[in-house]
């Protein structure tokens, strides 16, 4: 069984200031998929960014970035330059063999000040 | 991205109506869609998995009979909450993906409110 660990339940950030989302997993499945969805108010899911177990570089989506450190299972998400508009729940999210169901985090409250 | 869009996106129905929710992926073919229901400051929790032109595949717990499950085309599935109760109000969202992609791509969402 697959299962995803968010340990900040919120997270405050300056406007243009970095910040990083923590994410850590499980799996005994060695072929797998992370990915980060952000959640506004308005409660659509939106995908930000993939990473397979066996890619070589963390992946890049503009000013995301996933930290993937295998070893370390974790899979954390870096939003540079932070923004207003980054204000949401972000959920880390993992798939497995047969890549069927995803399995969610409790997710991460982002809140970015002026 | 993939779109992916769900109608209605609200809906208010009295306690023992039938409500169906639909989910269409508009520029790519899914042949597999996926229903949740999230409730408050919580997760989303898988409710079902559906192939295209086979029977879903729900999670433990959820009721089959009252959580009827249509995916006819590779466009499009339909949740249905038959005999809707209080309880059943909630934040349905779907999600599709395309055979040769894993990522999952969500629609809007719905908030159903039962009275």
């Known amino acids: 069984a697959q299962k995803i660990t968010q340990t900040q339940p919120g997270m405050f950030v300056q406007e243009k200031e970095a910040v990083t989302l923590d994410c850590t997993y499980d799996?005994?499945?060695?072929?797998?998929?992370l990915f980060w969805y952000k959640q506004p108010s308005s409660g659509e899911m939106i995908f930000l960014i993939y990473?397979?177990?066996?890619?070589?570089q963390n992946a890049t989506e503009g000013r995301y970035s996933l930290n993937f450190q295998k070893a370390r299972k974790s899979a954390n998400l870096v939003i540079s330059a932070s923004q207003l508009g980054d204000s949401a729940m972000y959920f880390c999210?993992?798939?497995?063999?047969?890549?069927?169901?995803?399995?969610f985090g409790t997710g991460t409250r982002l809140l970015v000040s002026p | 991205g993939a779109v992916v869009s769900q109608h209605p996106s609200r809906v208010i129905c009295k306690s023992g109506t039938s409500v169906k929710i639909e989910c269409r992926s508009l520029?790519?073919?899914?042949?597999?869609m996926f229903w949740y229901r999230q409730f408050p400051k919580q997760s989303l929790m898988l409710m079902a998995t559906?192939?295209?032109?086979?029977?879903?595949?729900?999670e433990q717990g959820v009721e089959k009979d009252k959580f009827l499950i249509n995916h006819a085309s590779l466009t499009l599935s339909t949740l249905t909450v038959t005999s809707a109760h209080p309880e059943d109000s909630s934040f349905y969202i779907c999600?599709?993906?395309?055979?040769?992609?894993?990522?999952?791509?969500f629609g809007p969402g719905t908030r159903l409110l039962v009275l």
């Open positions: 999600s599709a993906r395309a055979t040769i992609q894993e990522t999952q791509y």
């Open positions: 990473q397979g177990s066996y890619d070589q």
């Open positions: 520029d790519f073919q899914a042949t597999t």
């Open positions: 999210a993992m798939t497995a063999t047969g890549f069927q169901k995803l399995v």
């Open positions: 559906s192939n295209e032109g086979s029977k879903a595949t729900y």
């Open positions: 799996t005994s499945d060695p072929s797998y998929g």
